[in-house]
């Protein structure tokens, strides 16, 4: 390594020594040529100041970019360039100064002479360029001969970084049996070297170790199958080991290495094989349906959903009596029974059963069958089994309060292995607790122990034991239904007790109730109730019964105008008789209630019981509502009562008080005669003039008749003065104090009639409610109340005028 850094340094030098060589002779015409452009901006400005010469300054010192070699290794500080100015005359008066980027520290400049140095080895990869500023100035002044330039001393790169695979190790797969040239995975290397300066940097990548089996491609690192049909089966894993080499793979480059693990998936290239192609199995005839009775396996050497293998029976010997499934954890074969196994029938099966694979790749059909057959015998072995009924259940029938000791029926078991021991029959007492059932032991006919009532126990539920003579161990069951048939023994009756009603302007035919009736004696499918009116109530003008012949009948009006004030409720009997053996038949009362409706028929009104029973309400609910209903009907009665009474309220109260208008004064009056003390204006506006007036300041005692009017003319004003003085005179319940009262009279002909009710009198008259029929049904009630208290008191004073 030592050499090779040698022998690149004295390459480097040489080359360095001719470009710092021509560099360093434009550096000084540069130099002069900045001085010159420097002079010429003096003349510009002078010029511009008025003086009437131009000339070109140049610059007086310039360099170009300097370079300095990384990873320097000699024993001297490394020589990097030289800075000089066309002012240096070369008598020591100018001094070079170095400012920047490693200004000191890495760089050095001679002060005299504008040599630059490298103080210690430099890393491309840690920092490829310094800036720095360089200044000539005048040694003994220190004032700057030129302005502060800045320049950049770049690291070379030398070829001192191996490429690395930052990624590695890889871990790629690839499906089995693919083509050459498959895509496996790409490996990416990296030299940290300066990729634009020679080939330190340019990364050329091969195999090691994999071949032939992958390859890789030089410039892009991607690995690629190299043989064909590589079988996952035969090796499923592979490691291959990549290089990647610098200066494009030329003697001398750095290399770095990685590996990738390349992994052969797995795909459907292989059928199912069974390891034999015969099975032989032994089952016993004793085996539940369902059970499984052997397994079986086919082989398959792909791995995961590509050996998933599905077994099927072929048609023929065992195909209805065997099935097999898959067992998804290791992929065998259950056989399984589908029906019971029976020696003395058959004593062997023999049948193929199929594997193939459940998932097929077309890309492998061409290899052949994905599948694989065997044959399977299964011998079935004798076991000793208990006896057998000949059906699975038994039905039997018995009508009931038959005698004690009647057979019923029987049962039939049998021994069906080759010994065929004799059978004996028993009931099992659990099934039959009060022992209403016998049965012969050895013919199993089956007979009753006492009397059977359906009404009781319309079916009773027994099991038979049967059990073989010489293996009392081995018994059997079968389940005995006995059904009690029932004699009619009760008469039919209303399904329920049926309340209806009927409306007041309900028409004649209208049906006004659907009813049924029930029976509790046993239903059977012929079962019928016939309906019909009570001989005693044949001649009812109000109700009929029509039987609909399907099990129901109606309540149908045969009169219109029904009247609730006249009869509320109606009871009608109804006989029903079925059609058993012997016939019954019972009555049953229907109840209905005559009730207010709209004129479509919709319930209105009826009485509290009809209304509110069917909506389920309590007693004390309903003997709540019959309270306020009473309380109601009082208010409105004493009401009526009152107006008709026309009680007037006593004159004290009146809104127009006499007291309002009460005169005070001190002077005595002179008696009747004194008629200077009142103003007769006041009464020249009469109204109404009757002959007995009430006094307002008390409660009149007696009612007098009304006085006939009297003309407005002075006289009779007069009259009607003098007449109410005599009064108030001679009462003797007057106050004490003096009072003015006043009388109005409109007159005769006054259209407004009277205006105040001072003397109204209370006038007792008849009125009419009939008109309240007219305003439809809802206003029946209040007629009807009216009504009667109107007949109540023309009868009354009828009476009154008899006597």
């Not at 199993?444 to 073989?468: M, P, Y």
């Not at 506006?685 to 009304?706: A, C, S, T």
Request: overall charge negative; aromatic content about 8%; hydrophobic content about 35%.
């Amino acid at each position: 390594m030592l050499t090779r850094n040698c022998l690149l340094l004295f390459l480097w030098i040489l080359v360095n020594e001719g470009s710092v060589f021509s560099s360093r002779q434009p550096s000084s015409i540069l130099g002069r040529s900045r001085g010159a452009r420097e002079r010429g901006r003096s003349s510009v400005g002078s010029m511009r100041n008025g003086a009437a010469g131009f000339q070109r300054v140049k610059r007086g010192w310039v360099w170009n970019q300097f370079f300095v070699l990384e990873e320097y290794m000699g024993s001297d500080p490394q020589y990097v360039g030289k800075l000089h100015t066309d002012l240096d005359k070369g008598d020591s008066s100018v001094k070079y100064t170095l400012s920047g980027e490693g200004a000191g520290s890495i760089f050095t400049i001679d002060q005299t002479t504008g040599d630059i140095h490298a103080l210690r080895s430099l890393d491309r990869e840690e920092k490829p360029y310094y800036t720095l500023r360089a200044q000539a100035v005048d040694i003994d002044t220190n004032i700057p001969l030129e302005p502060e330039s800045e320049f950049v001393i770049k690291v070379q790169d030398i070829n001192d970084n191996e490429p690395k695979f930052l990624e590695g190790p890889y871990t790629a797969s690839v499906p089995e049996m693919s083509p050459v040239g498959t895509y496996v995975t790409q490996v990416t290397a990296t030299d940290a070297d300066d990729p634009t300066y020679g080939n330190s940097a340019r990364v050329v990548y091969s195999i090691l170790h994999g071949q032939p089996y992958f390859s890789v491609d030089p410039k892009t690192g991607v690995i690629k199958t190299a043989l064909p049909n590589m079988d996952r089966e035969v090796k499923e894993e592979y490691q291959v080991l990549i290089q990647a080499k610098d200066m494009g793979g030329q003697l001398g480059g750095l290399a770095g290495t990685t590996i990738v693990n390349i992994t052969l998936s797995d795909v459907n290239d292989n059928p199912p094989r069974f390891s034999k192609s015969f099975f032989h199995l032994r089952v016993p005839e004793s085996s539940a349906v369902g059970s499984a009775i052997g397994r079986i396996k086919a082989h398959d050497l792909d791995i995961g959903r590509n050996a998933e293998v599905e077994y099927t029976i072929v048609p023929g010997d065992g195909g209805a009596m065997f099935d097999i499934t898959t067992n998804e954890h290791n992929q065998e074969g259950i056989i399984i029974l589908k029906r019971p196994l029976d020696y003395e029938t058959k004593k062997a099966y023999t049948f193929k059963v199929e594997a193939s694979n459940a998932h097929l790749d077309p890309r492998f059909l061409s290899f052949g069958a994905f599948k694989d057959t065997a044959t399977v015998k299964i011998n079935v072995l004798d076991v000793d089994e208990p006896p057998v009924f000949n059906k699975p259940s038994y039905v039997m029938d018995v009508y009931e309060d038959t005698p004690a000791g009647t057979i019923i029926g029987a049962v039939t078991a049998q021994d069906l292995d080759a010994s065929s021991s004799p059978v004996r029959y028993s009931i099992d007492w659990k099934s039959d607790l009060d022992s209403y059932f016998d049965i012969d032991p050895v013919e199993g006919t089956i007979s009753t122990n006492e009397l059977l009532d359906r009404e009781n126990i319309a079916q009773h539920n027994i099991s038979v034991v049967a059990t073989k003579l010489n293996s009392p161990v081995l018994t059997s069951r079968v389940a005995v239904t006995v059904h009690v048939l029932d004699i009619n023994e009760f008469p039919p009756e209303l399904a329920s007790p049926y309340e209806t009603f009927v409306c007041e302007n309900a028409k004649v035919g209208q049906v006004l109730q659907i009813f049924s009736a029930k029976d509790q004696d046993l239903q059977s499918a012929g079962q019928q109730f016939s309906f019909r009116t009570s001989k005693e109530d044949v001649k009812n003008k109000n109700f009929t019964i029509r039987d609909f012949g399907n099990n129901t009948a109606g309540i149908v009006t045969k009169r219109s105008g029904f009247r609730r004030r006249l009869q509320e409720i109606y009871y009608l009997p109804v006989v029903i008789e079925d059609n058993g053996y012997p016939r019954k038949s019972s009555t049953g009362t229907l109840t209905i209630r005559v009730c207010g409706c709209e004129l479509d028929g919709s319930l209105l009104t009826c009485s509290a019981e009809a209304i509110f029973l069917p909506v389920g309400l309590s007693t004390g609910a309903l003997i709540a509502i019959l309270l306020c209903i009473v309380i109601l009907l009082v208010i409105v009665v004493l009401y009526v009562g009152l107006r008709r009474q026309k009680k007037k309220e006593t004159l004290m109260s009146s809104k127009e008080d006499i007291r309002d208008n009460v005169i005070h004064y001190d002077d005595e009056g002179g008696g009747e005669e004194d008629t200077h003390a009142f103003d007769m204006g006041t009464l020249r506006n009469p109204k109404v003039v009757k002959e007995n007036l009430f006094r307002r300041d008390i409660k009149p005692e007696m009612q007098q008749g009304p006085r006939p009017p009297v003309s407005q003319d002075s006289s009779d004003i007069r009259d009607f003065i003098n007449q109410r003085l005599k009064e108030h005179d001679t009462d003797n319940s007057a106050p004490p104090y003096d009072s003015l009262a006043t009388y109005a009279y409109e007159g005769d002909g006054s259209v407004a009639e009277s205006l105040s009710s001072i003397e109204s009198l209370t006038i007792d008259f008849e009125e009419d409610y009939d008109y309240l029929s007219d305003w439809g049904p809802r206003f029946k009630t209040l007629a009807g109340i009216f009504g009667e208290q109107s007949e109540t008191h023309s009868d009354s004073t009828n009476t009154e005028n008899k006597h």
